[in-house]
Structures are given as C-alpha cells and as structure tokens.
C-alpha cells in the first residue's frame, strides 16, 4: 500500500533529491487549484463528473488537466492538477515518475496542518479558513513552532501519476484496448458455450428414440437388425422392380406369355407382332441390363436377369 | 523486474490472453460440434432406418394381409396353404383383371416373395406363388 511508503512534500523551491526508494508525494497547492463548493451531490461520480465545469476559466489554457475530488465534512472539494507538469517538476528534481507510488494533495491532510510546515527559506504551508495554503515565512508568527511532514501525513486514497508505471500505453489506451479483448472473449466464449450446448440437444433425439424403441438400445442388436433387414429390403426391392419393369414392356403388339421368378432370377417370354416389334422390346430389355434371347425366324423373346 | 512498470502492459497482455483463450474455446466447441452432429446426424439416421426397416420388415399384422390375397379371388380359383409364417397359393383361371388386382397387392406386401409363376393358358391366368415373413 501507498502508506507504507515514505511520504515526500514536493513544493516548488525543492531542491534536486536522489531517491533510492519509492515514495508517496504530497503536493502543495502551488501544483494544484482547488475548490470548494457545498453541492447537493450524493455520489463521488457526479461530483467528478462537473469538475471540469467548475474550473472554466480558472486553469491555465494548454495544460491537461485532471480532476480529483473528496468530501470534506459537508462540502466537495474539487482538485485540478496537470499530471504532464507535475512529472516534468519531478523530473527536473531528480525523481522520475516511475518512482512515485501515490500521488496526494496537501489539502487532503488539512487535519494533519496543526501548524505550519517550512518550505524552502522564503515560504510555509499553513491552514487558512479550511484550505491549505502557501504563505511567506514573514507572515508567520514567530511563536509558532514549525512541523515536519511524516507518514503521519499521508491520507488514505490519492491518485497515481500518469506514466508512473513506465508503461508504454497510457491508462486510457489501456482501458480502451483491454476493454475490446474482453469484450471479444467474452463473445468467444458465450458463442463457444452455445456451440456446445446445441451439441447436447443433437444428443437429445437418439436419446429420445431409443427411449421409444428400447429393444433397439444395444448398438450390437440395431447392426444386427439392419443387415438383416437391408438384405431383404435390397433383394425384395429388386423383385418388384423386375415385374414393374416387364410390365412396362407390354406395349402394342406384345403379349404376355408366361413369367417365372425365384430367389435367383427370373424368366419371361413375350410374343411379338411383328419383328419391328420384337427389336423394340428386346432394345427395352437391353436398356434394363436383362438378357434377351430369339429363335431364329421367330417373333418370340425370352427375357431373362438375375436377381 | 518491477512488474508495476509495465502493469499496463501486463493488463492488455492478460486481457489478450482471455481473448485468445476464448477464441480457442470456441473454435474447439464448433470443430467438435461440426464433428458430433456429423456422427450423432448419423446415428440418429441409421436408427431411423433400423427402425423404419423393422417397422417394413416385421410388421405384426402381416399374417392378416397375407391372408386378404386369399379372398381377393373367387375362392373357386384359389388353392391355398399356410404354415406359420409361409404361404403357397395357386390361381387358376384368373382373368387379367384379377391378375393384375393379385400381382399389384401381392407385391405392396412386406413379405419375400421366394416363388412367381404366371403362366397364359387362352385367356385366362395360371398364378402361383409362395412368400414367407
């Protein structure tokens, strides 16, 4: 946590440091312009939410800004601050960005201010009607004894300065891009989870069939069934073809004599008109692949095919 | 390696991973449900032949069908023989009319024909055929 570390007033007459630590750094209000309003806000958000609108005209124009906001008693306390110059201060004192835990503003500690706290030679940070301000040491009474800031000083929630991590993507950048990667895996997975859940309800109709047909629950006994029933199927099939197909050759100047079938062939004989006609029927027979056979001088054909 | 420093790295890298992670589960789920829909389509196919097959081939109430080709001819004509699940039958002197009536009927039957014989005597038919179920 912030706290533990080592807390560090930064005010602008600082001279350069060479940290071999982290720290946390308060900053006086010459980083920072505040203001105070006693707004009927219930929640941090919508107070958040109006502080850019409350310092129109108040900041220096080019700065980026950002704004950080507390309760103090009945009243909101709005903060805006220049993360950009902030760190470049830092810089120039010899603390890079990366060092800095947390980030809080003086005014944060307004309990902690029981005196005033030296700045430099010239200037001092005393609580003046509620507000943490800079004032010249001259002004001070020389009665008053000066404080020094401790961990004592540190409040429990401040900000984190941007670039502080070393990160190449800003936080922004960060939120943005890991928001779309969430969002896209969460497509993933939901469609992935679909996927298998319809995978499921293919299970649910062989389920549904083999609790309708319950004989047929053994895979052994259903290959079983079907090879003997596909052969009689197959077969029988193929005798019904045969007699639809002779059937069909029974056309003007045929007739009909006489037709045998076993379970291994079959045989039928056609007499014919004429040998025009006898030509056409054996051609109808060829088509089918059955065999056709004629006595010489004679118009009668015997058709025959295995089964 | 302070990890602080590129925690924002770090957060885009996690997030990257959940994503690609996500994707590997979905691909995963849609290879293995193209995969078992293709076997489970088959299978539920295959059964509904058997049972298809099985309703055809092992229809209960053939017996009775097989029976109405004996009263479909004048019994005069018929010489019939039925011994559990096979039948012999002889027609004699059916005309075409009925011929065609007994051969369509016969062959709408489940039953596998073992024996056909159609024989033109004149104008009339000799038939005879035996079937078993």
């Not at chain 1, 312009?33 to 107070?47: G, V």
Request: aromatic share 10%; with cysteine.
């Amino acid at each position: 946590m912030g706290s533990n570390k080592p807390l560090l007033l930064i005010h602008s007459s600082i001279k350069t440091l060479s940290l071999a630590e982290n720290v946390n750094i308060m900053l006086t209000p010459q980083f920072y312009t505040m203001k105070k309003e006693a707004l009927p806000l219930k929640y941090h958000y919508q107070a958040k939410k109006i502080a850019p609108s409350l310092f129109d005209g108040l900041l220096e124009e080019g700065g980026e800004y950002r704004y950080f906001v507390f309760k103090e008693g009945e009243e909101w306390v709005f903060i805006a601050y220049d993360p950009g110059k902030i760190s470049l201060f830092l810089r120039e004192k010899g603390i890079s960005p990366e060092q800095v835990s947390k980030l809080f503003f003086a005014q944060q500690a307004l309990d902690s201010f029981t005196g005033p706290v030296l700045l430099g030679e010239k200037e001092a940070l005393v609580v003046l009607n509620d507000a943490v301000v800079v004032v010249p040491r001259t002004a001070l009474a020389e009665e008053l004894v000066p404080l020094a800031v401790d961990n004592s000083f540190t409040p429990s929630s401040g900000v984190v300065l941007e670039g502080s991590s070393g990160s190449l993507l800003s936080d922004k950048q960060t939120m943005i891009v890991a928001a779309v990667f969430l969002v896209f895996a969460t497509m993933f997975f939901v469609e992935g989870w679909r996927y298998s859940h319809e995978l499921k309800t293919g299970e649910g109709e062989m389920q549904r069939l083999l609790e309708e047909y319950p004989s047929l629950q053994s895979r052994i006994k259903r290959e079983n069934i079907a090879a003997k029933y596909q052969t009689i199927d197959s077969m029988e099939r193929k005798k019904r073809e045969v007699v639809k197909t002779l059937a069909g050759m029974i056309f003007k100047g045929v007739t009909f004599h006489e037709f045998t079938m076993n379970e291994k062939g079959f045989k039928a004989r056609f007499s014919c008109r004429d040998a025009k006609v006898a030509e056409r029927l054996g051609t109808l027979a060829k088509k089918e692949n059955f065999s056709v056979s004629k006595e010489a001088g004679s118009n009668e054909l015997w058709i025959e095919g295995k089964l | 390696m302070n990890l602080k420093r590129y925690q924002n790295e770090l957060i885009v890298l996690l997030a990257f991973l959940l994503l690609v992670t996500g994707f590997v589960y979905k691909s995963t789920q849609l290879a293995l449900q193209a995969e078992n829909a293709a076997s489970a389509r088959e299978a539920v196919s295959e059964l509904k032949e058997v049972i298809a097959l099985k309703k055809i081939w092992a229809d209960k109430k053939i017996s009775q069908k097989v029976d109405k080709l004996k009263i479909l001819i004048p019994a005069s004509k018929v010489s019939w023989s039925k011994k559990g699940k096979k039948v012999t039958a002889v027609y004699k002197g059916v005309n075409a009319k009925e011929l065609n009536k007994l051969v369509s009927r016969l062959l709408s039957l489940p039953v596998v024909i073992t024996k056909l014989d159609i024989k033109k005597t004149d104008a009339t038919y000799h038939v005879e055929f035996k079937c078993k179920w």
